[in-house]
C-alpha cells in the first residue's frame, strides 16, 4: 500500500491592480485603518499605528493563505546581515510588497519546476491540469439527481409504492 504526499499548492497572484488592491484590504485589516492611503504607497508605518513585527506576521499568513506562497519564503533574508527583525527588512510601501510578492511567487515556481523538472509555464500547466482532474473526479463522485420516473436506485425505473 503506498502512501501519497499531498502536492503542495504552488503561487497563483493576480493581475497586479487586483494584488494591489488586495493587498492593501489585507494590511487595513490586520492594522484596523483604512486601505486607501496604502493605495496611494504611503508608507505602511506612517499609515498604521500598530505596524509592527506581530501585523508584518500575520500580513505574511494572509498573504500564505490566500496565495500559497508560505511565510518563510515571504520573510526577506539579507545572507550577509543574517537574521533580522522582519519588520526591518519588510517592504515598506505597498508598491514595494507588491513587487515583492510577485519576485517571491516567480521565484517558488522556478524552485518548483526545477525540483519537477520542469519549465516554469509547465508547472503552471500541470497544476492546472491536477486541479481540474480533481474537479472532475468530485462531480464523478457525486449521485446523479433522481430524474421523472426515476426513483433514484440507479435503474431508472420509478419503483411502485
Given at each position: 500500500?503506498?502512501?501519497?504526499t499531498?502536492?503542495?499548492?504552488?503561487?497563483?497572484?493576480p493581475?497586479?491592480?487586483?494584488?494591489?488592491?488586495?493587498?492593501?484590504?489585507i494590511?487595513?485589516?490586520?492594522?484596523?485603518?483604512?486601505?486607501?492611503?496604502f493605495?496611494?504607497?504611503?508608507?505602511?508605518?506612517?499609515?498604521a499605528?500598530?505596524?509592527d513585527?506581530l501585523?508584518?506576521l500575520e500580513?505574511?499568513l494572509?498573504?500564505?493563505?490566500?496565495?500559497?506562497?508560505?511565510?518563510?519564503d515571504?520573510?526577506?533574508?539579507?545572507?550577509e546581515a543574517?537574521s533580522?527583525?522582519v519588520l526591518g527588512?519588510?517592504?515598506?510601501n505597498?508598491s514595494?510588497?507588491?513587487?515583492?510578492?510577485?519576485?517571491?511567487a516567480?521565484?517558488v515556481?522556478?524552485?518548483?519546476?526545477?525540483?519537477?523538472g520542469?519549465?516554469?509555464?509547465?508547472?503552471?500547466?500541470?497544476r492546472?491540469?491536477?486541479r481540474?482532474?480533481?474537479?472532475?473526479q468530485?462531480?464523478?463522485?457525486?449521485p446523479a439527481?433522481?430524474?421523472?420516473?426515476?426513483?433514484g436506485?440507479g435503474?431508472g425505473?420509478?419503483r411502485d409504492?
Amino acid at each position: 500500500m503506498s502512501t501519497m504526499t499531498p502536492t503542495p499548492s504552488l503561487p497563483s497572484l493576480p493581475d497586479t491592480p487586483e494584488l494591489r488592491e488586495k493587498l492593501a484590504e489585507i494590511i487595513a485589516n490586520v492594522c484596523r485603518c483604512d486601505k486607501e492611503p496604502f493605495l496611494r504607497d504611503e508608507p505602511f508605518t506612517s499609515v498604521a499605528i500598530e505596524f509592527d513585527s506581530l501585523a508584518v506576521l500575520e500580513i505574511l499568513l494572509e498573504i500564505e493563505t490566500l496565495y500559497h506562497i508560505e511565510t518563510d519564503d515571504m520573510v526577506p533574508v539579507d545572507p550577509e546581515a543574517g537574521s533580522q527583525e522582519v519588520l526591518g527588512v519588510f517592504p515598506q510601501n505597498l508598491s514595494e510588497l507588491v513587487a515583492y510578492t510577485q519576485e517571491v511567487a516567480h521565484r517558488v515556481l522556478q524552485r518548483e519546476a526545477a525540483l519537477a523538472g520542469q519549465e516554469p509555464a509547465e508547472a503552471l500547466q500541470a497544476r492546472h491540469a491536477e486541479r481540474l482532474a480533481r474537479a472532475q473526479q468530485r462531480t464523478a463522485a457525486r449521485p446523479a439527481p433522481a430524474r421523472d420516473g426515476d426513483d433514484g436506485d440507479g435503474d431508472g425505473q420509478k419503483r411502485d409504492a
